[in-house]
């Protein structure tokens, strides 16, 4: 069922590393064109591309740079995305991060500001300049095309101490696809998030030993999900014919996590 990828041409964001990386990969097994995307050209990007490649053809991977942050860089990396593909079939919004911890008492605007731009503001914006191409490729082929956020167990739990503002800010994301629901299904695009629950990578690169085995103990599987196990999810929500009647959802990969 999963045939229909092949040849699409697939945006995702912040996806030099962990669970961006591992949803490239799958894409590219699938014979998908992708563009993975970090802040800018360096080492972690280069070892990104070689592993992509060792899967799949060169000639339909690139690498585009571009910090989510600013709206200006996004709508340039949707440009440059277009330029090289001719078109979009599937934007994954995939960048964020927890950007910090503050407590209520000591966040100020800076924090705030960028909390909200690396999760909020950058899946906005992306899709924001992808829609008319989403719009274009839908029409062109009479099939759906497709926007999925990696939203977070979080949006739903408040977030661990000093996560508040990252949780709402997944919280956002979630509630703001059922809106461009409302707006755009006329236009055969759907909108759809892969919710994680505790995933292994560097996004927990600040927590002890101590803090990850009681995590993992919250866990019905009694551990960390792995980003491969989440790559699927994705695939799915991608699909048109596995999932094109499918929109306004909000799929939890948690391994049976209830509260972290
Ligand atoms: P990660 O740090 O390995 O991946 C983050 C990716 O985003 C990297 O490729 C990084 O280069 C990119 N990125 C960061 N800032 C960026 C910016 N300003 N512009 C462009 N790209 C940028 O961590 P991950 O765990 O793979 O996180 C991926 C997504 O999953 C994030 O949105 C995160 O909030 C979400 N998430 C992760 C977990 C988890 O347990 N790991 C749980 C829930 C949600």
């Given at each position: 069922m999963f045939a229909d990828l092949a040849g699409k041409r697939v945006l995702i964001t912040g996806s030099t590393a962990g669970i961006g990386l591992a949803i490239a990969k799958l894409f590219v097994t699938m014979g998908a064109k992708v563009a993975i995307n970090g802040r800018s050209a360096n080492a972690a990007a280069e070892s990104a591309l070689s592993e992509l490649a060792a899967v799949g053809s060169k000639y339909d991977i690139v690498f585009l740079p571009a910090d989510l942050t600013k709206t200006d860089e996004c709508e340039k990396l949707v440009n440059a995305f277009v330029e090289k593909f001719?078109?979009?079939d599937v934007l994954i919004n995939n960048a964020g991060g927890l950007g910090g911890r503050s407590s209520l008492e000591n966040i100020d605007d800076d924090f705030y500001d960028h909390v909200m731009d690396l999760n909020a503001r950058s899946a906005l914006m992306v899709t924001r300049f992808s829609i008319p191409f989403l719009r274009e490729s839908a029409k062109a082929s009479g099939k759906t095309t497709s926007v999925i956020s990696t939203g977070s167990i979080a949006a739903r739990e408040?977030?661990?101490?000093?996560?508040g503002i990252y949780a709402a800010s997944k919280a956002w994301l979630h509630n703001v696809h059922r809106n461009w629901v409302k707006e755009y299904t006329k236009d055969n695009i759907r909108f759809n998030i892969v919710s994680p629950g505790t995933?292994?990578?560097?996004?927990?690169?600040?927590?002890s030993d101590e803090l990850k085995d009681k995590i993992a103990g919250s866990i019905a599987f009694g551990r960390f999900g792995e980003s491969a196990e989440l790559a699927p999810s994705y695939a799915f929500f991608a699909s048109h014919a596995c999932s094109?009647?499918?929109?306004?959802q909000i799929l939890d990969v948690n391994g049976g996590q209830m509260c972290p």
């Amino acid at each position: 069922m999963f045939a229909d990828l092949a040849g699409k041409r697939v945006l995702i964001t912040g996806s030099t590393a962990g669970i961006g990386l591992a949803i490239a990969k799958l894409f590219v097994t699938m014979g998908a064109k992708v563009a993975i995307n970090g802040r800018s050209a360096n080492a972690a990007a280069e070892s990104a591309l070689s592993e992509l490649a060792a899967v799949g053809s060169k000639y339909d991977i690139v690498f585009l740079p571009a910090d989510l942050t600013k709206t200006d860089e996004c709508e340039k990396l949707v440009n440059a995305f277009v330029e090289k593909f001719g078109g979009m079939d599937v934007l994954i919004n995939n960048a964020g991060g927890l950007g910090g911890r503050s407590s209520l008492e000591n966040i100020d605007d800076d924090f705030y500001d960028h909390v909200m731009d690396l999760n909020a503001r950058s899946a906005l914006m992306v899709t924001r300049f992808s829609i008319p191409f989403l719009r274009e490729s839908a029409k062109a082929s009479g099939k759906t095309t497709s926007v999925i956020s990696t939203g977070s167990i979080a949006a739903r739990e408040g977030g661990g101490l000093g996560a508040g503002i990252y949780a709402a800010s997944k919280a956002w994301l979630h509630n703001v696809h059922r809106n461009w629901v409302k707006e755009y299904t006329k236009d055969n695009i759907r909108f759809n998030i892969v919710s994680p629950g505790t995933i292994d990578t560097v996004f927990h690169a600040d927590k002890s030993d101590e803090l990850k085995d009681k995590i993992a103990g919250s866990i019905a599987f009694g551990r960390f999900g792995e980003s491969a196990e989440l790559a699927p999810s994705y695939a799915f929500f991608a699909s048109h014919a596995c999932s094109g009647y499918i929109t306004g959802q909000i799929l939890d990969v948690n391994g049976g996590q209830m509260c972290p």
